[in-house]
């Protein structure tokens, strides 16, 4: 079985890109010296991904604040609120306050579409042969973690945005190879039992007729494993699982796996200690005996809770998969 290795979500800002996109937002520096320096740091991520020889990279989503922030450059109806923590962690983001109906951008305006364009143009620059991904928020995550003054039905703010999500993944088919949906609320309590029973009809509305690959993320811990059922049942090409908040509960996920495209949050994303390889490989065995018809591994969550340089030498430690693979 051939095993794969990815970055999800985002990868660390330096301290000099978050000075450089204040200094935009302040009128200090024009927006050809931003593009400038967003650019030199995917070129910098991207001769990293080529490096450890990852088969999906996404462009570091430097240009955005988090994976919330994301949905500004793409879709009308929202607004930036005040900062919220982001589920449990000491991590906040700004939540979208929706006062009109969700719509997609134009092209025009899709701040987002044209950044990922430029990031294709760095890729193929480069000759990188690592697959690029669009990340982007799902819809229960947008929902929950939203303030909606408009909706009187979350159903409805869901399925509006589901739809501007197709619309701009029409638009992606020939920028990205993939598109990484970001889904933790799936797992979190006080969700209502008919937003949940309706996922699996919002994500066929999101991806109604969408080609390009679709990788489905969910991290932090799993507390209520029925909701697996619900999760497995979404039409995506991969399902991705935080292994390092779930050790205790792998008995149960594996159910799912036979025949499945898997990912597997095997990296911590949360913590500084370095994993060891022998625990990786441990992991990678005991799933490619539950009969997984494709596996990716990399970090569990959103890279934006360690430093830099903690990050790169995490990544790195893929790269000695490439001996597990020869030894197979």
């Known amino acids: 079985m051939n095993v794969k290795k990815a970055l999800v979500g985002s990868f660390p800002k330096n301290p000099k890109l978050g000075k450089v996109i204040s200094w935009y937002n302040m009128g200090k520096i024009d927006k050809e010296k931003l593009e400038k320096y967003i650019n030199e740091n995917v070129k910098k991520l991207f001769e990293l ?17 988090d994976v919330i922030d994301v949905t500004f450059g793409f879709i009308s109806g929202g607004e930036k609120g005040p900062l919220q923590r982001f589920f449990d962690n000491n991590f906040y983001y700004r939540q979208p306050v929706i006062k009109e109906k969700i719509n997609v951008k134009t092209r025009e305006e899709n701040l987002f579409l044209q950044d990922l364009e430029s990031s294709r ?144 949050g095997i990296l911590n994303a949360r913590n500084t200690k370095m994993e060891k390889i022998s625990t990786i490989i441990r992991v990678y065995n005991s799933v490619k005996r539950k009969g997984v018809s494709d596996l990716i591994i990399g970090n569990n969550t959103l890279f934006d809770f360690i430093p830099e340089v903690v990050v790169v030498k995490k990544l790195k430690l893929l790269k000695k998969l490439e001996k597990v693979e020869s030894n197979e």
């Open 49 to 65: 991904a080529g490096d450890v020889k990852l088969d999906y990279t996404t462009n570091g989503l430097f240009r955005w604040d």
């Open 121 to 264: 143009k760095i890729k193929e620059e480069l000759s990188l042969s690592s697959k690029l991904k669009a990340v982007i928020p799902g819809p229960l995550t947008y929902y929950v973690l939203s303030d909606n003054r408009y909706y009187k039905n979350p159903i409805d703010l869901m399925i509006d945005y589901a739809s501007a999500v197709n619309s701009l993944s029409q638009e992606l088919s020939n920028v990205v190879d993939a598109i990484e949906i970001h889904e933790p609320a799936i797992f979190s309590s006080n969700i209502k039992r008919d937003a949940l029973e309706k996922l699996p009809e919002i994500y066929k509305t999101m991806f109604d007729n969408v080609k390009i690959e679709k990788h489905l993320m969910t991290y932090f811990e799993i507390n209520n494993l029925k909701r697996l059922d619900i999760l497995f049942s979404l039409p995506v090409d991969y399902f991705g699982i935080d292994v390092i908040e779930n050790l205790k509960k792998l008995g149960r996920v594996y159910t799912y796996f036979p025949s499945r495209k898997v990912y597997l």
